[in-house]
Every structure is written in structure tokens, then in C-alpha cells.
């Protein structure tokens, strides 16, 4: 009787509950074409209530009476703040109107989405508006929780809480990006330029089951849509900006026009760099070129429809590598896509969403300038070699999805997507001075892999205050080579097929048991699929060691399968803000190595050959960030991370855990027109290694920066600064070691930067 009581009592209380609400809902729409805006953030001022708008604009926050003051957010778009009052048990709509900035001269937006895809409703959001990136990779950097392996001054390679490569997906305006480096010489965010990205988004864990297949984790890279242009008028910026130490110069030219229902976006960057001076006084070989263009063409009828063409082109040429045992001669990526969008403000489709792309890279490498080109009495062999790799990847792939809303649910996402890859590349060895050939052989012998996949997305609030998401993914693979080496059919294995099909899944809940309070929690599950290197790589240098050794694929490697768990614990206040986000994840069928009896390849590497096997491997961890207003326009933010990771199989530490780290910036800012900003970076000695990969420990270090930025006359923004103020000697742990003399990569003494840009 007790418990029945008990039960009344509760459900009557949250009856009142609800009847002591109020619900805002509203709309999100361009000023000027009334166009819906989805994917727009919704914040209110000063508490932890955020939320994103649907296919059609649309957005619902349930809220205790009260005054409040709603903040939308959307990139290309002015901020927009507008008060609104509730009243008990009363519904208010609200329509808002954002108005197109000129060719922004806001930076770059970084932000980790929640795991219920939310952004966070911290004072200062986690976001990179001054940046002065030299790669896109680098600005992962910024954010607690994420890091970005260098092996040569282009191409960092993105690392999310441990886990790496493909087991991050990365997204270019929807179009799934892979590398064409066998040993990951480039990254899939070394493609596209810094100034081409209006935002990134970064998702921490195996949540982002509706973007793609085998997201682990995953980064969503978007450039300047069509929308964003006033109609009637050329608009443009222009950049340049140079780095000293680096001596790398960096400019870009964006033009956008639209007239009627057609738009037209081109913008195009060149930069180049040369060999850098690390905190010791040592050089680093870091010369590279690359030059970009990209176009948009849209056809915009109505205010609800959309269909855009987007095309790029990236040359990069000459890139010294120090941390592999390659250089790049050359790298060639194309990008088309075509997409259709489509939003219903009325029925219960609310969106459609269709999208089809392909995209390729042509990658060379050689060993010139190596210390295997000059010929050398005490090894084997004595004499030059001449070593180059030509490899390329093609992809293709599409997605379609519907937003519908259903009666029994806020929001029902459902779709297909898919991608279909093709690898293939060569490799040569000949003598340097007569030209002999040695042998050539497959490093990927035609490999193709295809994932189709269907899922869907269910979102409700089934009381006031709380919100519930869940995702349900199948993908089908097939991955299979036309053919292999007689070593590696002989040795490995002769079948070189393989197919599945992986059920993934996440639940999250949020709950707000106070207006300036907010809790998440989420359980996923994703499975990814061994990649090409994984699977059929025939004795071949490997990005998941940091050592020179030759490796083998394993063509009947089962799918690695990432549970994740995460506590997110968010809260706002007028002049401070707190957020903190816990993970527990355990990886089932972790793509490990283990060491073989084959023979080596090369005569210069060493003795054993490993192959790839899977294990299993836990990782525990977490970031906090705590942003307080002081007085005198000054804030001060304080970020920190830990990381825990361990192979069982291997009974050591995981490879590529990053230490602890504490991040303390003070910025000034009195004005839209003028800020500085001191950052204080502390990072820690890393003693937990993966010795059998030939991880070694690496000491802490202590870093500052300084930056400044000033506004003239709204078209013109002066940026200026330096990195590594003191001068620190320090190389950051996850780098690749120079495999000639085994030490690690080290980042940049002091560096001076100025960047001029004007938007008209």
C-alpha cells in the first residue's frame, strides 16, 4: 500500500509539474528569402536549456514560467537575442528572423556536440573564432578531449578520446572523406583548406549513426552556403596572412554572387611553407605547396527548396615528411557532389534530404631526400635506392533521408546511405645509380569495400524537462581484392573476400532538473569495418606503431565494435559556466597487432614483421571546462582532460593516449571590434606506452600564446600574435617518430603570425 501511495504521489507531482510549465516553441528562418534554417542553435540566456532546430526550422524547449532571453545561433548568420515572457501551462510561438552577415569575419566555429547531438550551453562555447591554422587538424587541438598526430607539416591526423583513423569519420559538407596514403602521409582533413570551413562539428563518441557508417566517433566539416548571399550583390573576402620561423605564406580569395533563384560561390587558397626551427634550435624538414579552388553553383526556387552542385580541386606538391620513411611528391584530390533539400511546414514529412558525391585522391611518395637516396658503405644494401609509391582511392557514395513527425514522437529521422571505396597502389625500388629496377609489388592489391547502410532516428520529450533520442543503424559490407601478391597468398591467406552486416545503436536521455542545470547521458554502440590497410596490406610501414617495422593485413579480420557510455553535466550562469562530460568505452574485436615468423620485405627494416589481429581494449576518461566573467570585459576559461587506455590483448597501455592536459586562456574583449587573449597550455609526462609499438614515454611541457584581433571600419580585421611565446622545446606525444633516428617529431619554436583579411 505504501509503494502505492508512493507511485500516486509521484505521478500526481509530476502532473503538476507539467501544469507549472511552459512551453516555447518557434521558428528559425532567413530574414531576407524566409528560408527554415535547420540545424540552427537555440539557447536560453543564462540557464543550461539549448536545443537545435528540425528539417523545417522548428524548435520546442519546455520551461518554467519567467522572463527569458532566446539566443540562435547559426553559422553565416547574425547572432539574434530576443526576450520572451511565459506564463504557466501556456504554449508561445515565436518566429525569428537571423540576417546574413557579409563574408564573415567571425573565424572558424569548432564545437563538440553533446551526446544527444546538442550543442552545449556553456557562457563562452567551445569554439575556435580566431584561429590560425596551417592544416584543419590543427584545430582540433583546441578542444579538450581531441588531438591530431603530426607526421609532417600538412596532414594531422585527428585523434577523438583514442580513437583514430577510420575510426573517426570525417564528413565535407556530407561527403565522406578517406585518405589515399597508405600510411596515413595524408589525413581526410588534409584535403581542404582552413579557409574554406564556416564550422565543425565534433562528436565524441558513437552517436552520429544517422551521418555515416562506422563512426566511432565522428567530425562534420561544413563550408559557406548559398543561402548566406544577399541577393543582388557580389560579396567576397580576401586573406593573407604569413608565419614566421615556418616562413609560410597563406592566402585565399572567396567571391559569392545570387541573383534570382540562382547562386554562385568560387573560393580558392594557396600556401606554402618551408623547414621550421623546434624549440631546441634543431630544423625540421617541413617544405610543402598546395593550391585549392572550389565552386558552388545552387538553384534556390523557393524559400523551401534547395539544390546545389559543389566541385573542388586540391594540388599539394613536394611535402616533406620527417616522421615517415616517404616523402610526398604529389597529391591530387577531386570532390563533386549534388545535393536536394526540401522542408514541409505542415503534414508529417518535414524534410527531404538527398545527396550523392565522389570524391578521389592521386598520392605519390618517393624517398629523395631521404637517407635511403645516398648511397652508405655500413648497411645493407651499400648503394642509393630509389623508392616511389603511386596510390589513389576513389569513393562514391550518396545518402536520402526523411524527417518526419510522426504524432507519437517530436521527430522521426529515417534513411539510407552508403559508400563504395577503391584502393590500389604500387610500389618501386630500383637502384639509384644505374637505374636497375629491384622488384615491384601490390602494397593494395584493387581493394574494394562497400557499405550500405539504413537507419533511423527517434526523438521525444515525454515530460517536461527530460528528452529522449534513439538511433538504431544495419550496415551491409562487402570487402573484397581482385587479387594479391604470391607472398601474401601463400603466407596470409587466399581468401580475400569477406561480408557482414553490423547492428548499431544509441540511446541518450537528457534531463534539466533546473533551468540553469542540465544532465545527459548515452549509451552507443558502433561497429566499424577493417580498412583496406587493415585487411590487405603486404608488408608495408603502419600508422598504428611508431616504429619502422613492416606489417601484414588480415583479409578475415571481424568488425571492431566501440560501447561507449557518457555523463555530460552542463550548468549556465549569468557570469560563469561549467561543463563536464565523463566516458567509459570498451572495444570489442580491437584491431590490434601481434608479431609474426614472416620474413621482412625491405632489407633495412627491422627483423619482425607484425600482423593485424583483433583484441580487445578499454578506455575511460573525461574533460571539464569551467568559464567564469570577470570584471573589466576580461573571461577567464579553464579546459582539462585525462585519458586512460589499455590493450588487454597486448597486456599494455593502448598506443596513442594522449596525457593530461590543463588549458588556462584569459581574454579581453570590450568590443564586437577588439580582443586579446593569453592561453597557458600544460600538458603531462606520458609514462603509460605501448612498448611493443614502439611507443617510448615523452616529458611534459609548458606553453604560452598570445594573440590579438582588431576590426576597421567592418570590412577589414587585423589578426596577430605568437605561438610558443618562451620558445619551449617539447614534442607532442602522439607524433611520429623520424624512423632514421628515432626521435619524435617536434612542433614549432617560437612563431610570429599576422593575418590581414576584408569581407565586402
Do not use: C
Not at 31 to 36: D, G, I, L, Q, S
Not at 532 to 559: C, H, I, W
Not at 627 to 634: E, G, I, K, N
Amino acid at each position: 500500500m505504501r509503494n502505492v501511495r508512493f507511485t500516486l504521489l509521484l505521478i500526481f507531482g509530476l502532473s503538476l509539474s507539467a501544469r507549472a510549465q511552459a512551453v516555447l516553441t518557434g521558428q528559425v528562418l532567413d530574414a531576407e528569402t524566409r528560408t527554415p534554417l535547420p540545424g540552427a542553435h537555440v539557447l536560453i540566456d543564462s540557464t543550461a536549456h539549448a536545443t537545435v532546430t528540425n528539417a523545417a526550422g522548428l524548435f520546442t524547449l519546455h520551461l518554467p514560467p519567467g522572463r527569458y532571453t532566446v539566443s540562435v545561433r547559426f553559422v553565416g548568420y547574425e547572432t539574434t537575442r530576443r526576450p520572451v515572457e511565459l506564463v504557466a501551462g501556456d504554449t508561445v510561438f515565436v518566429p525569428i528572423l537571423l540576417r546574413p552577415v557579409s563574408f564573415e569575419l567571425e573565424g572558424i566555429q569548432v564545437t563538440a556536440l553533446r551526446p544527444d547531438l546538442s550543442p552545449t550551453a556553456q557562457l563562452q562555447e567551445a569554439a575556435v573564432r580566431e584561429a590560425n591554422p596551417r592544416d584543419a587538424g590543427e584545430l582540433l587541438r583546441a578542444l579538450p578531449g581531441l588531438a591530431a598526430v603530426r607526421r609532417g607539416p600538412l596532414g594531422l591526423d585527428p585523434v577523438v578520446r583514442g580513437l583514430r583513423e577510420t575510426e573517426v569519420g570525417v564528413y565535407l559538407d556530407g561527403s565522406r572523406l578517406f585518405p589515399a596514403g597508405p600510411a596515413r602521409m595524408d589525413s581526410p582533413m588534409s584535403h581542404f583548406d582552413p579557409t574554406v570551413i564556416q564550422s565543425m562539428e565534433v562528436v565524441k563518441g558513437p552517436y552520429a549513426l544517422t551521418w555515416g557508417a562506422g563512426n566511432l566517433s565522428a567530425i562534420r566539416v561544413e563550408t559557406r552556403g548559398l543561402r548566406t548571399l544577399a541577393p543582388g550583390r557580389m560579396q567576397g573576402r580576401l586573406h593573407a596572412g604569413y608565419d614566421t620561423n615556418l616562413n609560410a605564406f597563406e592566402n585565399g580569395v572567396q567571391l559569392g554572387y545570387r541573383q534570382g533563384a540562382f547562386g554562385l560561390l568560387a573560393q580558392t587558397a594557396w600556401r606554402q611553407g618551408a623547414d621550421y626551427r623546434a624549440g631546441d634550435g634543431s630544423t625540421v624538414p617541413a617544405d610543402f605547396r598546395s593550391r585549392e579552388v572550389r565552386v558552388k553553383l545552387g538553384y534556390l526556387p523557393r524559400s523551401d527548396v534547395r539544390f546545389v552542385v559543389a566541385a573542388g580541386y586540391q594540388a599539394q606538391r613536394d611535402l616533406d615528411y620527417p616522421g615517415l620513411i616517404l616523402n610526398a611528391d604529389y597529391f591530387d584530390a577531386y570532390t563533386l557532389s549534388a545535393s536536394f533539400q526540401r522542408t514541409f511546414s505542415e503534414g508529417p514529412v518535414r524534410g527531404l534530404d538527398v545527396q550523392a558525391y565522389y570524391n578521389a585522391v592521386d598520392h605519390g611518395m618517393d624517398n629523395d631526400g631521404k637517407p635511403t637516396a645516398e648511397p652508405n658503405p655500413e648497411r645493407m644494401p651499400p648503394f642509393a635506392l630509389d623508392v616511389q609509391i603511386n596510390s589513389g582511392i576513389d569513393v562514391v557514395g550518396g545518402r536520402l533521408a526523411l524527417s518526419l513527425a510522426p504524432g507519437f514522437a517530436d521527430e522521426l529521422e529515417i534513411g539510407a546511405d552508403g559508400y563504395h571505396t577503391y584502393r590500389n597502389a604500387m610500389r618501386w625500388i630500383r637502384r639509384r645509380d644505374t637505374g636497375m629496377l629491384l622488384f615491384e609489388d601490390l602494397v593494395w592489391p584493387k581493394a574494394r569495400i562497400t557499405d550500405v547502410g539504413l537507419f533511423a532516428r527517434l526523438t521525444h520529450s515525454p515530460a517536461a524537462r527530460w528528452q529522449v533520442a534513439a538511433t538504431a543503424r544495419l550496415d551491409l559490407v562487402d570487402a573484397r581484392a581482385d587479387t594479391a601478391s604470391a607472398f601474401f597468398l601463400e603466407n596470409v591467406s587466399t581468401d580475400l573476400t569477406a561480408r557482414e552486416a553490423n547492428l548499431s545503436g544509441a540511446l541518450t536521455v537528457s534531463w534539466l532538473p533546473h533551468p540553469r542545470w542540465s544532465v545527459a547521458v548515452g549509451v552507443g554502440s558502433a561497429v566499424r569495418t577493417a580498412d583496406a590497410t587493415e585487411r590487405y596490406s603486404d608488408r608495408l610501414p603502419s600508422s598504428k606503431a611508431q616504429m619502422s617495422a613492416e606489417f601484414v593485413g588480415n583479409p578475415a579480420l571481424r568488425p571492431e565494435r566501440s560501447t561507449q557510455a557518457d555523463l555530460w553535466l552542463e550548468t549556465a550562469h549569468p557570469s560563469w559556466s561549467l561543463s563536464l562530460n565523463l566516458f567509459a568505452r570498451r572495444l570489442d574485436n580491437y584491431i590490434t597487432i601481434e608479431p609474426t615468423d614472416l620474413p621482412k620485405r625491405l632489407p633495412l627494416s627491422p627483423p619482425t614483421v607484425f600482423r593485424y589481429v583483433n583484441g580487445t581494449a578499454t578506455f575511460y576518461g573525461g574533460e571539464a571546462t569551467l568559464a567564469v566573467r570577470l570584471p573589466y570585459a576580461l573571461t577567464l576559461t579553464t579546459t582539462g582532460s585525462y585519458l586512460w587506455g589499455q590493450d588487454e590483448t597486448r597486456d599494455e597501455p593502448a598506443f596513442g593516449v594522449a596525457p593530461p592536459r590543463v588549458d588556462i586562456g584569459l581574454r579581453y574583449e570590450p568590443s564586437a571590434r577588439f580582443f586579446a587573449e593569453a592561453t597557458l597550455h600544460r600538458v603531462a609526462r606520458q609514462d603509460r606506452v605501448a612498448t611493443s609499438r614502439g611507443e617510448v614515454p615523452t616529458d611534459g611541457y609548458t606553453t604560452l600564446d598570445l594573440k590579438a584581433g582588431l576590426r576597421v571600419l567592418r570590412q577589414w580585421r587585423l589578426q596577430f600574435g605568437v605561438q610558443n611565446l618562451t620558445d619551449a622545446a617539447y614534442a607532442d606525444h602522439l607524433n611520429a617518430k623520424n624512423p632514421f633516428t628515432g626521435q619524435r617529431i617536434p612542433e614549432p619554436g617560437r612563431v610570429l603570425f599576422l593575418d590581414l583579411t576584408l569581407a565586402f
